[in-house]
Nanobody, 120 residues
Framework: QVQLVEAGGGLVQAGGSLRLSCAASGSIFRINTMRWHRQAPGKQRELVATLTRDGSTNYADSVKGRFTISRDNDKITVYLQMDSLKPDDTGVYYC??????????????WGQGTQVTVSS
């Protein structure tokens, strides 16, 4: 079983920055994809950023140029640097990892979410 724990959410004024982190623990053999999703009140969950094992990144159009996904050297901690925040960025942010467990089967794990609130 693989567990993910997010941290770094909070309240920030528009134009400000926050850095989210997601730490993984458990029986991990390989992580193939790391993602950040968010869910705004009354809206569906949306994919914000993706980081693959080979280092490729992809971003939602709404955050391109403002958000940066990266990982630690241990390659099991992922970050989301959020700059120039807007009120529309408000929501619960979730990290999501896909990979292979140390005993063979694949895993697809989610964190519990961290609240980001951007005031105007």
């Amino acid at each position: 079983q693989v567990q993910l724990v997010e941290a770094g959410g909070g309240l920030v004024q528009a134009g400000g920055s926050l850095r989210l982190s997601c730490a993984a623990s458990g029986s991990i053999f390989r992580i193939n994809t790391m993602r950040w999703h968010r869910q705004a009140p009354g809206k569906q969950r949306e994919l914000v950023a993706t980081l693959t094992r080979d280092g490729s990144t992809n971003y939602a159009d709404s955050v391109k140029g403002r958000f940066t996904i990266s990982r630690d050297n241990d390659k099991i901690t992922v970050y989301l640097q959020m700059d120039s925040l807007k009120p529309d960025d408000t929501g619960v942010y979730y990290c999501n990892y896909e990979g292979t467990t140390s005993w063979g089967p694949p895993f697809n794990s989610w964190g519990q979410g961290t609240q980001v609130t951007v005031s105007s």
